[in-house]
């Protein structure tokens, strides 16, 4: 298994994202540039340029017409994706944490951090309507004054979202109404990332108490826990196996103080129904931020800290195993 590397970020990569096909892969990083990349040789495409800081979050619509982008620069961008040419720019109060379009590409959702004296908001756009874009006035805004939202994804038919906080709770917020529909406190720590499968029936959280654990996305009960000896930074859920793939490794900060093979910096591969570790993938030098499984389950990206994302394409020993039980 020969990664493809790409190079196109100087500062550690926050997030990547495949389209709905596959054939294109996002990538954003704590420099103001998004990347969009063919996943198949790693060939990058091109850039979406205007942001003024770090870039936490990305985002593509269901037919790959609009990318969306959240900032430190306390703005979310959205981009056409083919041109490159910004559509819209929503400005915000403090940094964008997260974003996501919702399954119809009509109603894109974003979360704001709490800082500066600054409430999280979560803000719910349609994009049907000119005004409330020109207005930059969401048709909701939640505030969350407990605890900030860490990550989020929208849950199946759009109907609510499912947000990840500092405190390890997860929370279904209605996009009709704003109220919490479900309530799950399952992880001790902060929820560092949150993933669907894709037909959109489960979510994978990845936590900083060292656990990644997988829900049912509708009524959030708890299924899976998958656990390691380090904070989990990423977790994702594989279209075709009963695998899910995690990447982590200590906090950044404390890598100078240990030895490569203790910083754990590989992926690691799970089976879902066993909780049973069965392989990792070296690489980085550094933390895992981010790992995506391509849309056909034949390959893997991880993006981390050394500022680099991998393309894995499987062998074919993988297709072919079963976990003894």
Known sequence: ???????????????????????????????????????????????????????????????????????????CRLWDCETGKQLALLETSSAVRTCGFDFSGNIIMFSTDKQMGYQCFLNYFDLRDPQQIEDNQPYLSVPCNESKITSAVWGPLGEFVIAGHENGEINQFSAKSGEILKKAKEHT?????????????????????????LFDSTNLDHIKTFKTERPVNSAAISPIMDHVVMGGGQEAMEVTTTSTRIGKFEARFFHAAYEEEFGRVKGHFGPINCVAFHPDGKSYSSGGEDGYVRIHYFDSPYFDFELEA
Request: with cysteine; aromatic share 8%.
């Open 1 to 75: 298994m020969k990664p493809i590397l790409l190079q196109g970020h100087e500062r550690s990569i926050t997030q990547i994202k495949y389209n709905r096909e596959g054939d294109l892969l996002f990538s954003v990083a704590k420099d103001p540039v998004a990347n969009a990349w063919y996943s198949v040789n790693g060939e990058r495409l091109g850039t979406y340029n205007g942001h003024t800081g770090a870039v936490w979050c990305v985002d593509v619509d269901w037919d790959t017409k609009n990318v969306l982008t959240g900032s430190a620069d306390n703005s």
């Open 189 to 213: 720590k902060q929820i560092n990332d949150i993933q669907s499968s894709v037909d959109l029936t489960m979510v994978i959280s990845a936590s900083k108490d060292c656990t990644a654990k």
